[in-house]
């Protein structure tokens, strides 16, 4: 099948081409990143997480979101995600290279990842996510070459492969339940230590994921000759609304409990994030934005009608992307660290270098995600033909 991606249209080579220039760029500014040390990033003795970091987490709610599709399909039969649920395994893989890529260029020296294999600390959260993150990479790649060879083939898929998929549904849940372990097990950081990191962290994953999905099918229904279907797209939107109104309900929840205790060190994060604090606040507009464009992405969704309408549809899973990304991308990392343990507020900026890396990663991951998405385009054209 490998070689359906080595001939498309020359739209298709433009953005190949487009891509393959990005992760050059990218992999140019990690080099010297390498060389010279992560002196050359924004991060800092008090943010020693930034922009890599950041975008890993996010990446990680993408990843887990397959679930949605492949747990309706397979467990509940429903059928109108018979053509979308591939597109959402595929997502997962490009999503989990992602997230591992981040977590390599983050590290000064990336052989320190072969000491999470050659020194194994089972009481640590970051050798348990290595291990979700690789095993839920090597699921859906084996889901997805199995499932989609049987259907070109125009056979059932094997009977062995019903327990691996089974096996897959609490697996993603794990990937972005251990993340969010990562942050709420550090008790020096009060902003992340609340028993709901993981539960919100899930929320926001089921309300980011599907939206982007529905984002990636509108743009293949346009541009090639798959049609994911309607019904699907529909019910993708349903889920977005629910899981996005959930998510918001969390981080009121989250909120109240913050500002009616009043506890000092809580309250100022959430200052510092909405209103600065000190005289700083350098994220205060970015999240003021990410809770406008949620709080309005959830009241156009919850009217059928509005949700009816594929390009009112693609603004709204666009706006929830956006906004989520914001949230976990910019506010939940850096917000854990400002203010610091000493009451004092150190801003954080990602340098040129740092973006050009970020960027040069999200190609990688965009030009997995577009060759796959060819091959499967291409398939599912020769079957209907």
């Given at each position: 099948?490998?070689?359906?991606a080595?001939?498309?249209?020359?739209?298709?080579?433009?953005?190949?081409?487009?891509l393959?220039?990005?992760?050059?760029?990218?992999?140019?500014?990690?080099?010297?990143?390498?060389?010279t040390?992560?002196?050359?990033?924004?991060?800092?003795?008090?943010?020693?997480?930034?922009?890599?970091?950041?975008?890993?987490?996010?990446m990680?709610?993408?990843?887990?979101?397959?679930?949605?599709?492949?747990l309706?399909?397979?467990?509940?039969?429903?059928?109108?995600?018979?053509?979308?649920?591939?597109?959402?395994?595929?997502?997962?893989?490009?999503?989990?290279?992602?997230?591992m890529?981040?977590?390599?260029?983050?590290m000064?020296?990336?052989?320190?990842?072969l000491?999470?294999?050659?020194?194994?600390t089972p009481?640590s959260?970051?050798?348990?996510?290595?291990?979700?993150l690789?095993?839920?990479?090597?699921?859906?790649?084996?889901?997805?070459?199995?499932t989609?060879g049987?259907?070109?083939?125009g056979l059932?898929?094997?009977?062995?492969?019903?327990?691996?998929i089974?096996?897959?549904?609490p697996?993603?849940?794990?990937?972005?339940t251990?993340?969010?372990?990562?942050?709420?097990?550090?008790?020096?950081?009060?902003?992340?230590?609340?028993?709901?990191?993981?539960?919100r962290f899930?929320?926001?994953?089921?309300?980011s994921?599907?939206?982007?999905l529905?984002l990636?099918?509108?743009?293949l229904?346009?541009?090639?000759?798959?049609?994911?279907?309607?019904?699907?797209?529909?019910?993708?939107?349903?889920?977005?609304t629910?899981?996005?109104?959930?998510?918001?309900?969390?981080?009121?929840?989250?909120?109240?409990?913050?500002?009616?205790?009043?506890?000092?060190?809580h309250v100022?994060?959430?200052?510092y994030?909405?209103?600065?604090?000190?005289?700083?606040?350098a994220?205060?507009?970015w999240?003021?934005?990410?809770?406008?464009?949620?709080a309005?992405?959830?009241?156009?969704?919850l009217?059928p009608?509005?949700?009816?309408?594929?390009?009112?549809?693609?603004?709204a899973?666009?706006?929830?992307?956006?906004?989520?990304?914001?949230e976990?991308?910019?506010?939940?990392?850096?917000?854990g660290?400002v203010?610091?343990?000493?009451?004092?507020?150190?801003?954080?900026?990602?340098?040129?270098?740092?973006?050009?890396?970020?960027?040069g990663?999200?190609?990688?991951?965009a030009l997995i995600?577009?060759?796959?998405?060819?091959?499967?385009?291409?398939?599912r054209?020769?079957?209907e033909?």
């Open positions: 099948m490998l070689e359906k080595l001939r498309g249209s020359p739209r298709y080579f433009v953005l190949v081409g487009v393959c220039t990005l992760i050059a760029a990218g992999l140019i500014a990690y080099l010297g990143q390498l060389a040390g992560l002196g050359v990033t924004g991060l800092g003795r008090d943010i020693p997480w930034g922009f890599y970091i950041a975008q890993f987490t996010f990680v709610g993408v990843a887990a979101s397959a679930v949605m599709l492949v309706p399909y397979y467990l509940h039969d429903f059928k109108a995600f018979g053509k979308v649920v591939i597109l959402g395994e595929m997502l997962a893989i490009a999503a989990v290279t992602v997230c890529l981040f977590v390599l260029v983050d000064g020296q990336p052989v320190r990842v000491n999470m294999v050659l020194y194994p009481t959260p970051m050798f348990w996510d290595f291990l979700s690789a095993g839920y990479l090597c699921l859906n790649a084996v889901i997805a070459y199995v989609f049987a259907e070109k083939k059932p898929p094997p009977k062995w492969i019903k327990p691996v089974y096996v897959s549904i697996w993603a849940a794990s990937i972005h251990v993340t969010a372990f990562l942050y709420s097990g550090l008790e020096a950081r009060a902003f992340w230590m609340t028993a709901i990191l993981a539960p899930l929320a926001s994953a089921f309300a994921g599907p939206s982007l529905i990636l099918a509108l743009l229904r346009k541009y090639t000759k798959f049609d994911p279907g309607e019904k699907a797209i529909q019910k993708l939107g349903q889920i977005v629910y899981a996005l109104a959930v998510s918001i309900f969390f981080f009121l929840v989250e909120l109240f409990t913050v500002l009616y205790s009043d506890i000092p060190s100022e994060h959430f200052e994030l909405f209103f600065g604090l000190h005289g700083k606040g994220l205060t507009l999240m003021w934005a990410s809770q406008l464009l949620g309005g992405a959830l009241c156009c969704l009217f009608s509005f949700r009816r309408c594929p390009r009112r549809l693609g603004f899973a666009g706006a929830v992307v956006l906004a989520i990304w914001i976990k991308g910019l506010g939940m990392i850096i917000g660290f203010p610091n343990t000493f009451e004092r507020v150190v801003e954080y900026a990602p340098t040129a270098r740092e973006l050009m890396i970020g960027l990663v999200y190609a990688v991951g995600l577009t060759v796959l998405y060819k091959i499967a385009a291409e398939v054209a020769e079957l033909a």
